[in-house]
């Protein structure tokens, strides 16, 4: 296949432009490094520092002897997201370049409405540039599971059958995201819908929950080819970054009660869904929802987990139950259907004390570039002030 990945510089990205071109595929990886300048502006940094990706990609030649194309240039951009359409004539495209981060979207006003911008401009642009120039291309797009919220019902996988005076019809299942980057994502996924009913695209959309890990099969090859792994308050998410509190001897800080329970899922498995989806496409017209997650946890037994992870490591890993920054449930139901990836022969690598040990390992390797300063949330949903100019 030809493979297009979108936001190949990324933590998802990188990682799944590799595991493409090792099975064989022709991948091309286009990015704007927007990432690494919001990594600046916020002063953070990755666990380990990632080289260039023109590096990155030169060294997976030596090592592989194949070839991955790489395009430098800005989703927001028609001109250049068409050339590259144009040029690639890609069988899918696998798109991960957007904002991802929650609090990077609740920030102000301005990081608000330039998540929005960027990533529903770049989407959109993604699906006119296949209208025009790979109408048969299938796009798998990386959604949420938290587009979903919390309802206090099953949550189904992208749609629901209702019944409503006597009339039953299937719609997409009802939308509570709890920040602004959710929002993004489920006004994409409208979008997205919208191209496959009118236009006759191709689309799956995958609401992934939330990620942890940080080596797959093709990162451990070789130092050059590790992944922008985070574990501070912006774009760490909850079970990487107590990994890295527990490998510093710092407390795991657990927003609230701790009761907040999402999806989540291994690296290893992002890597093997969207190969799954990729393969498996779905048909002209057809808006297809995945839910991609392997388990469900409360934030609590996470953090219990890492505790016992600690312990085996000889560590004391202690609990800090801190005010919570966002606002959000903190006990509630939650069961979200996912089985639609199983159908398709997903063989989940679940968490077990033996993964959590390896990533704490590797975290205490790197120990001496963490920054405590970037464990605790300096971002509100709600009471903090703008500042404008
Ligand atoms: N990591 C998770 O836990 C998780 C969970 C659910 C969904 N996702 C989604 O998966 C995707 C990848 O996540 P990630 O953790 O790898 O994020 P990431 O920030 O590491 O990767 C995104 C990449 O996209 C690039 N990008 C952003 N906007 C762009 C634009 N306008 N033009 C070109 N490139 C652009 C960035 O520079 C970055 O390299 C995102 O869409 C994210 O919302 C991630």
Redesign the pocket.
């Known amino acids: 296949m030809r493979v297009l990945i979108?936001?190949g510089?990324?933590?998802?990205?990188w990682p799944t432009a590799m595991h493409f071109s090792a099975a064989g595929d022709d991948v091309w990886v286009?990015?704007?490094?927007?990432?690494?300048k919001w990594e600046l502006e916020e002063g953070i940094a990755p666990l380990v520092a990632v080289p260039t990706l023109h590096r990155r990609i030169r060294r997976w030649k030596a090592l592989t002897d194949k070839t991955m194309h790489i395009r430098v240039?800005?989703?927001?951009n028609h001109r250049f997201v068409y050339n590259l359409f144009e040029e690639a004539q890609p069988d899918v495209i696998v798109h991960?370049?957007?904002?991802?981060s929650a609090p990077y979207s609740m920030q102000n006003r301005a990081t608000a409405v330039f998540t929005q911008v960027?990533n529903l401009t770049?989407t959109l642009n993604v699906l006119f540039a296949m209208r025009r120039h790979c109408p048969d291309a299938h796009l798998v797009k990386?959604?949420?599971m938290g587009e979903y919220g919390t309802p206090n019902i099953d949550i189904e996988e992208g749609y629901i059958t209702i019944n409503h005076n006597g009339r039953t019809d299937t719609v997409l299942y009802p939308k509570q995201p709890g920040s602004y980057y959710h929002l993004s994502?489920v006004h994409d996924s409208h979008n997205i819908n919208f191209a496959c009913r009118i236009w006759g695209l191709r689309a799956t959309d995958l609401n992934?929950?939330?990620?942890y890990g940080i080596d797959t099969d093709q990162t451990a090859l070789d130092p050059d080819f590790r992944t922008?792994f985070h574990y501070d308050h912006v774009?760490g998410?909850v079970l990487n970054r107590f990994v890295v509190q527990a490998a510093v001897g710092e407390p795991l800080t657990l927003y609230g009660k701790g009761g907040q329970t999402r999806g989540f899922l291994n690296i290893r498995d992002t890597l093997q869904c969207v190969d799954l989806a990729a393969r498996n496409p779905s048909n002209a017209g057809e808006y297809r929802v995945f839910n991609q997650f392997t388990e469900q946890f409360s934030v609590m037994e996470l953090a219990d987990r890492m505790v016992a992870a600690g312990k085996r490591a000889g560590l004391k890993v202690k609990i800090r139950h801190i005010d919570n920054p966002r606002v959000e449930l903190e006990e509630h139901y939650y069961n979200a259907k996912h089985s639609k990836l199983n159908e398709l022969g997903l063989n989940p690598s679940l968490l077990t004390g033996a993964v959590i040990d390896s990533m704490l390992a590797t975290a205490q390797t790197y120990r001496s570039n963490v920054d405590k300063e970037m464990f605790l949330p300096q971002i509100r949903w709600v009471g903090g002030q703008e500042r404008l100019p």
């Open positions: 979108l936001g510089d990324g933590y998802l990205g286009a990015d704007n490094f927007a990432k690494r240039g800005d989703l927001t991960y370049a957007e904002q991802p960027n770049g990386l959604g949420t994502k992934q929950g939330v990620v922008s774009f998410t």
